[in-house]
Nanobody
Framework: QVQLVESGGGLVQAGGSLRLSCAASGRTFSRYAMGWFRQAPGKEREFVAAIDWSGSSRYYADSVKGRFSISRDNAKNTVYLQMNSLKPEDTAVYYC????????????????WGQGTQVTVSS
């Protein structure tokens, strides 16, 4: 089992940057593909980015492509989401998620979840 804890959220002006971190417990972190999702008030949880077990493959939602970057450090049991050129529409609670399989973009395909971290982008 994997426990996930996100951090790094906050309030930022449009055009600014934030880096989210997701720390995982356990010694099997490298066996899990990881993803980031977000959920704005009144909206469904949506896929943001995913990365495979080694960090060699990653993909992104069209809405964040070119602005966000997902990475991982298996030695530190941590996955990151670097967010640049933030827009007000990026405002949401951001969640990291883990699953043994890679390639998932739907929230219900992930087995493990963190508690979320709030990101607010002001205009």
């Amino acid at each position: 089992q994997v426990q996930l804890v996100e951090s790094g959220g906050g309030l930022v002006q449009a055009g600014g940057s934030l880096r989210l971190s997701c720390a995982a417990s356990g010694r099997t972190f490298s066996r899990y593909a990881m993803g980031w999702f977000r959920q704005a008030p009144g909206k469904e949880r949506e896929f943001v980015a995913a990365i495979d077990w080694s960090g060699s493959s990653r993909y992104y939602a069209d809405s964040v492509k070119g602005r966000f970057s997902i990475s991982r450090d298996n030695a530190k049991n941590t996955v990151y989401l670097q967010m640049n050129s933030l827009k007000p529409e990026d405002t949401a609670v951001y969640y990291c998620a883990g699953d043994p399989s890679y390639g998932h973009t739907r929230w219900y395909e992930y087995d493990y979840w963190g508690q979320g971290t709030q990101v607010t982008v002001s205009s």
